[in-house]
């Protein structure tokens, strides 16, 4: 290996001790991270046709600091200078550290990331610390301390794995389960009371149980599916009527997935509940339609038990939402839109193999790690801007939006020391991106680092036409993607290609477990717990306390309202009847939304003055239940 880094580059090496002025180099004898036997070939040049030259940013973020884990403390480079530019060099980097995976056709690039062999020894102790927590984690260890959970998903695309014979079983027998249900839906032996078949698919859930089958079926379902897919992700009002009357009268044709581990999720009862009156009101039955997706025994599964749903599926405790696309979670929706989950869990299970070497040059994920430590200094202080130049993965900036903030947003680490860690992820496609923030990215603020996703296959084989005597319309997306590459880097700006040769149900399936690994490796390398979301959770009580409040709201203004005359009352009012004087600006919130609704009159006064508003409700509702 030989890594060259430009001479200006200082590195941090704890108190006291800094390199500069120095070109870094090691060889490969020197490294711990060598691998003489990967020798890559790749299918374009390292920098491409165009090579773009510029001064260096005239801002970088501030120098990240250090931070403590198990009182090693390791702090990364300032930036500040810039990175090495010499084209020669470049190569040389590049050949250097190309990982390819020959079997599933990707390659990662972390050449135009500027870590240095310094810093890759200095990270060595914590790297083998993060290997051993993750072949613990597959083991069956308690990976979850704070709701004590085993953390499983890598058993779902490996199911002997699994550290007891039951969940090998259940693994493998709701794979077989999964696999029948499609298979006789799709050839109508399951068909709907008043159709020949199953034409629609309506997948109600959110988060964890809607990102992964949204960017699934954006990725991989084929132009004319068996059966073709919507989701109710939201409790929008609107959003779920649009996504209603998108079926029109294929409602009587549709299945209807709804997905909750608990089956208390709000967001999903209420859309389920709207759903079930669209059915009523079509003089529809739901339950010959309906399939749950829940833990045994949930409030969900009996509900479906008891009603008489056409079909269960289990979630597994030790299998989290935002890493449940390999579960019948995603499964079920792919093998319906005729995907083929086995290849997807045949990816998963490939690129899982490759992420248990302790090698680091030849393990994806702790390469993508150690480049996220790199360029935040192990403390989010940089945006990940994930950019993938193909359509089909338009929605993978989403997935990994929730796969990675919601298991690195954490405000504690597993000693209990305040940390506040996290790393924002945000993104577009290419080339749309050229014509919304590239500006920024390369002139403006240095906040972030990006992750340029590149598909080699751009139709399939004898599709393609020239546009202009050598050129099509793929060569100029490749063009556009190498020259932001290159415009970026020459500002200073950093970035991680992933490349696959062209979309398919192994390579999506090799990307969602090469980023599900890469998490669990950086919430290692930072000691946080990955799998768990108190946030999320807090948010859930919180709005919890919104809606109990509403309900006194609506108690005070009702008994208001059944009074000869009419009361109208102040916010002041409602607040002193509520016993809550602490909560008026929440109260007028309430009040606002309701008028905005037609569910209360403001008698006096306008919103946008809330000390002069008198409200009361349009009727008196008597037996009315608020409590």
């Not at 389920?272 to 829940?294: D, H, M, P, Y």
């Not at 954490?410 to 790393?423: C, T």
């Not at 709005?543 to 006194?552: D, G, M, N, T």
Request: net charge negative.
């Amino acid at each position: 290996m030989a890594s060259s880094i430009s001479a200006g580059l200082s590195l941090k090496l704890g108190p006291q001790r800094r390199l500069a002025g120095k070109v870094l180099h090691s060889s490969s004898s020197q490294s711990p991270f060598h691998n003489p036997s990967l020798v890559s070939s790749y299918p374009f040049s390292a920098t491409g046709a165009i090579h773009f030259r510029g001064q260096r940013a005239a801002r970088d973020a501030p120098p990240p600091t250090a931070i403590s884990n198990s009182g090693n403390d390791v702090a990364v480079a300032s930036k500040a200078v810039g990175l090495e530019k010499d084209p020669r060099e470049l190569w040389k980097r590049y050949v250097d550290w190309l990982y390819q995976h020959k079997e599933l056709g990707l390659y990662l690039d972390v050449s135009r990331v500027g870590f240095t062999d310094e810093f890759l020894q200095e990270m060595e102790p914590r790297l083998q610390k993060a290997f051993k927590d993750m072949e613990e984690l597959e083991k069956g260890a308690i990976a979850n301390p704070d709701e004590s959970r085993m953390v499983g998903h890598y058993w779902l695309r490996n199911p002997k794995l699994a550290p007891k014979a039951v969940l090998t079983q259940q693994i493998e027998t709701t794979l077989d389960k999964i696999s029948e249900f499609a298979t006789h839906v799709i050839s109508g032996k399951i068909r709907p009371p008043l159709k020949d078949r199953f034409t629609q698919i309506l997948s109600i859930g959110i988060g964890g149980s809607a990102l992964g089958p949204q960017f699934v079926a954006e990725a991989l379902a084929p132009d004319n599916p068996p059966l073709k897919i919507r989701f109710i992700d939201n409790t929008d009002p609107a959003g779920i009527d649009h996504q209603i009357a998108q079926l029109g009268n294929e409602l009587a044709s549709t299945l209807v997935i709804v997905v909750s581990k608990s089956g208390g999720t709000p967001e999903t009862r209420n859309g389920l509940l709207e759903v079930q009156k669209a059915f009523r009101e079509a003089g529809l039955e739901f339950s010959k339609q309906g399939v749950a997706i829940t833990q045994d025994n949930s409030l969900l599964d009996n509900t479906a038990r008891i009603e008489g749903w056409i079909a269960r599926f289990p979630m597994f405790d030790w299998v989290g939402g935002r890493t449940s696309e390999m579960s019948a979670v995603g499964l079920l929706a792919a093998a319906l839109q005729g995907i083929n989950i086995k290849e997807m869990l045949a990816g998963a299970a490939l690129m899982d193999e490759a992420n248990r070497t302790k090698i680091v040059k030849n393990n994806p994920a702790a390469l993508l790690a150690l480049c996220w430590y790199w360029a935040t200094g192990g403390v989010g202080s940089k945006d990940m801007v994930v950019l993938p130049y193909k359509d089909s993965l338009l929605l993978f900036s989403r997935y990994l939006q929730q796969l990675v903030m919601e298991s690195l947003g954490k405000e504690f680490d597993l000693d209990g020391n305040r940390v506040n860690q996290g790393l924002t992820v945000y993104g577009n496609k290419g080339s749309t991106d050229q014509h919304a923030y590239i500006q920024q990215l390369r002139d403006g603020v240095h906040n972030f680092f990006a992750t340029f996703i590149e598909v080699l296959r751009d139709r399939p084989p004898g599709h393609d036409w020239e546009l202009e005597p050598g050129v099509t319309s793929g060569d100029y997306l490749f063009g556009f993607l190498q020259g932001t590459r290159s415009a970026l880097y020459a500002n200073d700006r950093e970035s991680i290609t992933v490349t696959v040769e062209e979309v398919t149900p192994k390579s999506v399936g090799a990307l969602v477990a090469l980023y599900e690994r890469a998490v669990g490796i950086y919430a290692s390398l930072v000691n946080i717990n990955a799998y768990h979301q108190p946030g999320v959770e807090a948010g859930k009580k919180a709005a919890i306390e919104v809606l109990a409040l509403q309900k006194r709201v609506l108690a005070v203004l009702n008994e208001a309202s059944c009074k000869d005359p009419v009361e109208p009352l102040t916010l002041e009012e409602i607040a002193d009847r509520c016993h809550s004087p602490n909560d008026i600006e929440m109260i007028y919130k309430i009040i606002a939304h309701m008028a905005a609704n037609d569910r209360a009159l403001i008698a006096e006064g306008s919103c946008g003055s809330p000390r002069s508003v008198k409200v009361y409700l349009g009727e008196c509702n008597v037996g009315e239940m608020y409590d």
